[in-house]
């Protein structure tokens, strides 16, 4: 399957609101404005080895945008053995932001997939981009999962994240990689004071703030379930889970 989507995001200047403006999508995309979000939904059973999807976002000049998904993404094998790709393109105006806080990807065994974020920045934009991934169902391995994240300021890099997950992957259940941990958080918040780095561990949680700029800083976090690196996450960055007005 070949999947395609796309958002707009205008501000409206006689309400002082921002709003959906335009969405097109067509199958595994389902796009719906909802009680202040734009809300993604699956139509169909998607990525299965071999999908090619792809999204693109837009925030126009001055508007505000908060779009994530309605449920897990699950991310299955197929049966002639090919990867899927999901690819999201994501541009930001002048003075505008975008929450971009999706549930996690799901790997499941025998699948192999990238997920591939890029994120282009007005010199004055801001943006808060979360993504989680679960490595594995319940009692089972994960498949091949490899995430990259971008992301662009005024034309120039601010972030470049690339990083592969899976039992076959070098390091795996190492330190280099995420040793035992089931549950990955990855993010980059542009617009906040981003002051010095810190990190919190436990026996099942490991999570670090690091500035990138004055403004901007990435988290990392990882630890043996969701519940677990959702609150490690809100106590060290309650930045990535403040209410925006």
Same mark, same amino acid.
């Given at each position: 399957m070949k999947g395609h989507g796309s958002i707009r995001v205008a501000y409206d200047e006689r309400s002082g609101r921002s709003s959906l403006s335009s969405a097109a999508?067509?199958?595994?995309?389902? =796009?719906?404005?909802?009680?202040?979000?734009i809300? =993604? &939904? &699956?139509?169909?059973?998607?990525?299965?080895?071999?999908?090619?999807?792809?999204l693109d976002v837009a925030v126009d000049d001055g508007a505000c945008a908060d779009v994530g998904t309605v449920a897990s993404t699950v991310v299955l094998p197929g049966p002639t053995g090919e990867p899927s790709t999901m690819s999201t393109r994501c541009r930001v105006g002048r003075d505008a932001h975008l929450d971009w806080i999706g549930?996690?990807?799901?790997?499941?065994?025998g699948s192999t997939h990238t997920v591939t974020t890029a994120v282009t920045l007005d010199a004055s934009a801001t943006c808060r981009i979360v993504e989680e991934v679960s490595l594995g169902r319940t009692r089972e391995d994960s498949g091949l999962l490899r995430l990259v994240l971008r992301v662009e300021r005024d034309g120039r890099p601010l972030v470049h994240h690339d990083e592969s997950?899976?039992?076959?992957?070098r390091g795996a259940g190492s330190s280099?990689?995420?040793?035992?941990?089931?549950?990955?958080?990855?993010a980059i918040l542009v617009g906040v004071g981003a002051g010095p780095a810190r990190s919190f561990v436990c026996d099942s949680v490991r999570?670090?703030?690091?500035?990138?700029?004055?403004?901007?800083a990435v988290v990392f976090a990882v630890g043996t379930d969701r519940p677990g690196v959702v609150d490690a996450v809100s106590r060290l960055a309650p930045e990535l889970t403040a209410r925006r007005d």
């Open positions: 999508s067509g199958p595994p995309f389902g =796009i719906r404005s909802c009680a202040g979000r809300l =993604i &939904a &699956a139509s169909a059973a998607a990525p299965v080895g071999g999908d090619e999807l792809s549930e996690p990807t799901v790997s499941v065994v997950f899976g039992p076959r992957v280099v990689s995420v040793g035992a941990a089931r549950h990955v958080l990855s999570v670090a703030w690091l500035p990138v700029s004055d403004d901007a």
